[in-house]
């Protein structure tokens, strides 16, 4: 079975830049899509980016212009660079993988995220 592993996060002060990581492990070929959503305490989980095959992406109007997504598709990870960081980009960042196939898609444990004032 696929497992996520993320990586990366920690504590910023705003305006900092982070990177996570996220690598889907065993190497697979169905995956259809990766992305990053978020999720702050109080609040439901949103997407924050996500990279289809063939290179659509999609960000929340929250991130856009400051976050970037891409994907190194030969190693099944996904990365989110993360600029000008602010306190309420503070959540659990948590990774997903779509398939093909109609079989579902798969998360990882989630990384912290933390962005002082």
């Known amino acids: 079975q696929v497992q996520l592993v993320e990586s990366g996060g920690g504590l910023v002060q705003s305006g900092g830049s982070l990177r996570l990581s996220c690598v889907a492990s065993?190497?697979?070929?169905?995956?259809?899509?990766m992305g990053w959503y978020r999720q702050a305490p109080g609040k439901q989980r949103e997407l924050v980016a996500i990279?289809?095959?063939?290179?659509?992406?999609n960000y929340a109007d929250s991130v856009n212009g400051r976050f970037t997504i891409s994907r190194d598709n030969a190693k099944n990870m996904v990365y989110l660079q993360m600029n000008s960081l602010k306190p309420e980009d503070t959540a659990v960042y948590y990774c997903n993988a779509e398939f093909k196939y109609g079989l579902g898609s798969r998360w990882g444990q989630g990384t912290q995220v933390t962005v002082s004032s």
């Open positions: 990279l289809r095959n063939g290179g659509t992406t």
């Open positions: 065993p190497i697979v070929y169905s995956i259809s899509a």
